[in-house]
């Protein structure tokens, strides 16, 4: 059974930084592209960061780019999210994925329950 299990969202302030975590289980985890996907309130979930299997490439959204890192450790099957210089466009849900792109493999329609980040004075 494919786990996924979010954590570490909260409430920050503006230009603050979290990390979160997604720890896995279920699934061979050392050779499948994770990513990280956020839901607005309103909005459509869209695509934030995602890394290969043995981490050799990543790739963002535009609007992260430069403030956010993805990175896993294949030994724990965890993958995670530096979220540095948030802001208030940052808060969302934040959920991550055994994919590369949207839709992509057989495990691409599992979600774990996410983790809230907001992101406010």
């Known amino acids: 059974q494919v786990q996924l299990v979010e954590s570490g969202g909260a409430l920050v302030q503006p230009g603050g930084s979290l990390r979160l975590s997604c720890a896995t289980s279920?699934?061979?985890?050392?050779?499948?592209?994770m990513s990280w996907y956020r839901q607005a309130p309103g909005k459509e979930r869209e695509q934030v960061a995602s890394?290969?299997?043995?981490?050799?490439?990543?790739k963002y959204a535009d609007s992260v780019k430069g403030r956010f890192t993805i990175s896993r450790d294949n030994d724990k099957n965890t993958v995670y999210l530096q979220m540095n210089n948030l802001k208030a466009e940052d808060t969302a849900v934040y959920y991550c994925?055994?994919?590369?792109?949207?839709?992509?493999?057989?495990?691409?329609?599992?979600w774990g329950q996410g983790t809230q980040v907001v992101v406010s004075l």
């Open positions: 994925n055994p994919s590369w792109l949207p839709g992509s493999g057989t495990l691409s329609g599992i």
């Open positions: 279920g699934f061979v985890f050392d050779r499948t592209a």
């Open positions: 890394i290969t299997a043995l981490s050799r490439a990543t």
